[in-house]
């Protein structure tokens, strides 16, 4: 058993073994040293294995004296060495010394157990006669001066030492219990930290598992997107590329009905292969290696570009289409092909879901972005803002539903099965539209107001002035 | 359970449980002021400036049981409060014998519910079968309003694998049966394990009967 286990124990059963480890040295010389100053008798404590722990005394001329000789030293040190060893096991005893004085020996216990003791003396009991013969009988002893040194011993009377003594004892006892509380706090909280950061080196090491086997789910479904789309991505090709040559009369010349048979299976394949791009393109960036190739974008070339696509679409549903990019608006720093993606993607919605005779609204303003992490980490709160620019989509349209609104950059979301089967579409691309601009380092927000129409706010980080 | 053949002595370590404010260091305290100054020492706790129990409250006994023998009962009191689990683990160590100190209002039975199941975790985590673990349950504040009434104790004590007292521990009411209640259920499966009687020679009755005068006071249980 190691000292800690054997330590650890001791806190469970909340035991204490050694005086020494729980009263406190300073405490107990302090203790000894105003006893000795109030009552002038000899102090010293010791622990159950007679070591020495606190003391208070002054050397007796006659101790002093007897020390010059050498049976006076004998016998000197052997009395003491006696006194040190008796181990009282109730009450206090009291061992004589052949000078005429004596030691009181007291034990120490805490929860019934015998811990240590303390020795008083020596002192010449004031009912004790003059100096006993056993002085005289010391080796070539100076008898009168004996004497004269013996009437210096300190004094007390019996009944008032073993009440001083009680006391003495008590007060010890009460040290001991403090210091053994505070030992055990210690050692308890220091458990309980110890024990606390075990938990919780558990749970971390649990979640850290999950999180992995997590990724590995993710990363699973980001290939098998890729996959997927690769795999059907070439054999519709194909059925474009024949289909193609058909029309083109490489087979022979084709009647009516035929070309018409040919043109619904081209648009049908073009559909599909509209979205298994989509597919690819969601795949790529939720594994995260779609590549943007950053440069400062105008957003009015950006803005018109948009718009001269999407104005023949508009114009058949007689919907106004307005292009308004504010004053002093930078240049996006971005990848032109996507930001066109993003804008492309969101006008078409525009219209798709404006009725006849509404208005879509395209624009382009300067604005802040606000730093960090959009996921929500706080490391950008000690940094500045970054200059942005805000790209707007407004629309007269249909709107959306408030419940609808946070889940509409889901994948595979779409508001209700009949505007999906309506406008065509699988529902990929506004959440494709939120990974682009997630890609970019920007927010894209959504307000909307059924029957009223809708807002699309882009926010991207601006170009360096420079660039 | 330690047991020192040379000292003759046989310490026994007995765990006041339960949520927090349900009146466990109360129990520790009633029965100081109850037992005979003989054989309790003192009070030692553990606890915050408001009172609420940091690390534990302990309160050793000791009780010459015949024979030279003696019989040291450690009472510990956990501190309730949901933050210090791990202390309260760590106090559960090596425990003999667990009083699960319930708060009677109708209003703390989830709370009751919760620190019970959280023990029997606890005990699980220390390498402890629960079901072999003596315990006693005590509903205490028995003085207080909209309490559960005796009759759903008794229902639930019908029920229940524990023994069930009652109590108003900061009067003393009913705290000394509890724990004598423990005390027998503790040396019942002490005996059934260790065979003390055959092994060491200490009586189990005769044991029972010595703890149970030298504590003395058993008020029967009246009333509020
Ligand atoms: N009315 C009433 N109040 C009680 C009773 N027992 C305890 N209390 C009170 O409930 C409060 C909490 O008692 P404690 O004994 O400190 O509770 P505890 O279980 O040790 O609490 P923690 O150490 O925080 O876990 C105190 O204010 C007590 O006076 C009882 O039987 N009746
Ligand atoms: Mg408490």
């Known amino acids: 058993m190691t000292q800690d286990d054997a330590n650890a124990a001791d806190i469970v059963m909340g035991d204490v073994v050694r005086l020494e480890d729980v009263l406190s040295r300073d405490s107990a010389a302090s203790l000894c040293k105003s006893f000795f100053a109030l009552f002038g008798l000899p102090v010293r404590v010791l622990s159950q294995e007679g070591d020495l722990l606190a003391e208070a005394h002054r050397d007796r001329p006659l101790c002093s004296y007897l020390n010059t000789l050498a049976d006076g030293r004998h016998r000197c040190s052997q009395t003491l060495g006696e006194a040190h060893s008796v181990q009282p096991d109730s009450g206090s005893i009291v061992h004589p010394c052949f000078s005429g004085a004596v030691y009181r020996i007291v034990p120490l216990f805490h929860q019934r157990r015998p811990i240590g003791r303390f020795i008083v003396g020596p002192y010449v009991p004031i009912e004790a006669p003059s100096a006993p013969e056993s002085l005289g009988s010391v080796e070539s002893i100076d008898t009168g001066a004996a004497r004269a040194h013996f009437s210096d011993m300190p004094r007390a009377r019996e009944d008032i030492a073993e009440q001083i003594c009680a006391h003495l004892g008590e007060v010890l006892e009460i040290l001991v219990f403090f210091g053994h509380r505070a030992q055990l706090a210690s050692a308890m909280q220091l458990a309980s930290v110890r024990e606390s950061y075990r938990e919780l080196a558990e749970k971390s090491e649990a979640l850290t598992e999950s999180h992995e086997e997590l990724k590995q789910v993710d990363k699973l479904k980001s290939t098998f997107l890729a996959t997927v789309s690769h795999e059907l991505r070439s054999p519709l090709t194909s059925i474009i590329g024949y289909t193609e040559m058909l029309q083109s009369g490489a087979a022979g010349a084709l009647s009516e009905e035929q070309s018409e048979i040919l043109k619904t299976v081209h648009g049908k394949a073009d559909e599909l292969l509209g979205l298994i791009s989509s597919l690819l393109d969601l795949g790529q960036l939720e594994s995260r290696t779609l590549d943007l190739r950053h440069e400062a974008v105008d957003p009015r070339a950006l803005l018109s570009g948009v718009g001269s696509t999407v104005v023949p679409s508009a114009n058949r549903r007689n919907i106004a289409l307005d292009i308004r990019v504010s004053a002093g608006t930078p240049k996006i720093w971005g990848d032109a092909i996507r930001l066109r993606q993003i804008m492309l993607n969101l006008a078409d919605n525009a219209i798709k879901f404006t009725h006849e005779g509404g208005q879509v609204e395209l624009g382009a303003a300067p604005a802040q972005l606000e730093p960090g992490d959009p996921s929500g980490v706080g490391s950008g709160l000690f940094t500045a803002n970054r200059p942005a620019v805000v790209l707007l989509v407004r629309d007269t349209g249909m709107g959306i539903a408030e419940d609808k609104l946070s889940r509409i950059f889901e994948a595979f979301y779409q508001v209700d099965g009949g505007t999906t089967r309506a406008h065509g579409g699988a529902g990929l691309g506004l959440s494709i539209v939120k990974q682009l601009v997630d890609a970019h380092g920007g927010t894209i927000e959504v307000t909307s107001k059924p029957g009223e129409g809708t807002l699309f706010t882009v926010t991207l980080p601006a170009a360096n002035p420079d660039a | ?224």
């Open chain 2, 1 to 224: 359970m330690r047991l020192d053949l040379a000292a003759k002595e046989l310490t026994l370590k007995l765990v006041y449980y339960g949520p927090a404010l349900s009146g466990k260091t109360s129990n520790l305290r009633a029965i100081h002021r109850l037992a005979s100054s003989e054989a309790c020492g003192q009070l030692m706790t553990l606890a915050m400036k408001n009172e609420r129990t940091l690390f534990f409250d302990m309160l050793p006994i000791a009780i010459a049981v015949g024979d030279g023998f003696r019989v040291r009962l450690k009472l510990f009191s956990v501190p309730g409060q949901l933050m210090h689990e791990a202390t309260r683990r760590l106090v559960l160590q090596a425990a003999d014998g667990i009083a699960f100190i319930a708060d009677s209002r109708r209003s703390e039975a989830s709370t009751n519910r919760e620190s019970f199941l959280r023990l029997h975790r606890n005990l699980r985590h220390n390498g402890v079968d629960p079901a072999r673990m003596p315990m006693v349950v005590q509903f205490n504040k028995r003085d207080l309003e909209d309490i559960r009434s005796d009759e759903e104790l008794e229902t639930i004590g019908a029920r229940s694998h524990e023994p069930i007292y009652k109590a108003v521990a900061t009067r003393g009411h009913g705290v000394m049966q509890t724990l004598h209640g423990l005390i027998r259920k503790t040396w019942l499966k002490l005996e059934t394990d260790q065979h003390l009687e055959d092994r060491v020679g200490i009586n189990a009755s005769r044991s029972m009967r010595a703890i149970e005068s030298m504590l003395g006071n058993r008020p029967e249980w009246q009333a509020p």
